[in-house]
């Protein structure tokens, strides 16, 4: 079964940093391109970081310099460390993974930035 499971969320101070990691299943990782998305009430889901299948790496202005998309093919996982996190960074993260005309989400973590 094709599946992707998140992890890593949860509440942190502005300033502060988590870790979020996607596990895969079911699906030829290492040829997958990976990204990871995010959704805040009331706004469209938006892309956060991508990675494609030879580890070419793409981000949103909004967290360039401050998050890192990295993946392991070998354990089939994709993470996105955030540093320096801000209020605006409050929203629902989600795992995508995208071959050809196939993709599949993951069905979200949800990271809250506030003191």
């Known amino acids: 079964q094709e599946r992707l499971v998140e992890s890593g969320g949860g509440l942190v101070q502005p300033g502060g940093s988590l870790r979020l990691s996607c596990l895969a299943s079911?699906?030829?990782?290492?040829?997958?391109?990976m990204a990871w998305y995010r959704q805040s009430p009331g706004k469209q889901r938006e892309l956060v970081a991508e990675?494609?299948?030879?580890?070419?790496?793409t981000y949103a202005d909004s967290v360039q310099g401050r998050f890192t998309i990295a993946r392991d093919n070998t354990a089939k996982t994709v993470s996105l460390q955030m540093n320096s996190l801000k209020p605006e960074d409050t929203a629902v993260y989600y795992c995508?993974?995208?071959?050809?005309?196939?993709?599949?989400w993951g069905q979200g973590t949800q990271v809250t930035v506030s003191s």
């Open positions: 079911g699906i030829v990782f290492r040829i997958s391109n």
């Open positions: 995508y993974a995208f071959v050809g005309q196939s993709d599949l």
């Open positions: 990675i494609s299948s030879i580890g070419k790496t």
